[in-house]
């Protein structure tokens, strides 16, 4: 081998070591270890929230995994396991007006708008729902109605995939609003609306005649007689 490629190896053994030796000085440096983590321990105190803590408040609504059913009765619509005869909530005017719209949308194809089961596609042949409003649907209880759009019932599919859990109670809601409609008397209006009923009413019944009028009404066509010549 001559001097020279023995000069050239030697040079070359040297820029490898020096480069190795760069890449570990820097990997040192560099590395943090799992345990050396920057992090917080429990109930440990901190200096960069302002309220002092290191354990940050649960976001609003937040469900702890795997109990997110843990509200029976709103999930299955069964108490103590029979039908509920109450809502998981209170029901708002927002409730019921969430209710009509999927109800318009998902139910009055086949229940028609005011829940008759004279929907679009009855009329087309299918199979003819029960009226909403007959005795045995408006005496069942509201789990009975969750039961139906969760589960199906005879000819009608379940909806539980395209109706999300508290839109099916809005639905119900809505269904009871329906169902009070088509069966109200008087004693279902609040009494300052029945007193604003009866103000109006002198008036309205004012706007009627309640004499004949003093213009004669015409003939019929012929009556005239014939005309003298």
Known sequence: MSTERRRWGRARRRVAGVL????????????????????YK?????HFFADGRSDR????????????DDDTL??????????????????TRATLLRGQERFNIYCSPCHDRVGDGNGMIVQRGYRHPPSLHIDRLRDAPVGH???????????????AAQVPVDDRWAIIAYIRALQLS??????????????????????????????PTSQPSPLPRGAEGTPKR
């Open 57 to 68: 408040p649960l976001v609003q609504g937040v469900v702890a995994r795997g109990h997110a």
């Open 42 to 46: 429990g109930q440990r105190g901190s």
């Open 145 to 159: 109605f969750f039961d139906v759009i969760s589960n199906g019932y005879g000819a009608m599919p379940d909806y």
């Open 182 to 211: 088509q069966h109200a008397s008087t004693g279902d209006v609040p009494p300052d609306e029945l007193q604003k009923l009866a103000a109006t009413a002198p008036e309205a019944a004012g706007t009627a005649p309640s004499q």
């Open 74 to 91: 709103r999930a299955t619509g069964k108490s103590d396991g029979q039908l509920a005869t109450r809502f998981p909530a209170p029901v």
């Open 20 to 39: 190795a030796l760069v890449a570990a000085t820097l990997a040192a440096g560099c590395r943090q270890d799992m345990q050396d983590q920057p992090k």
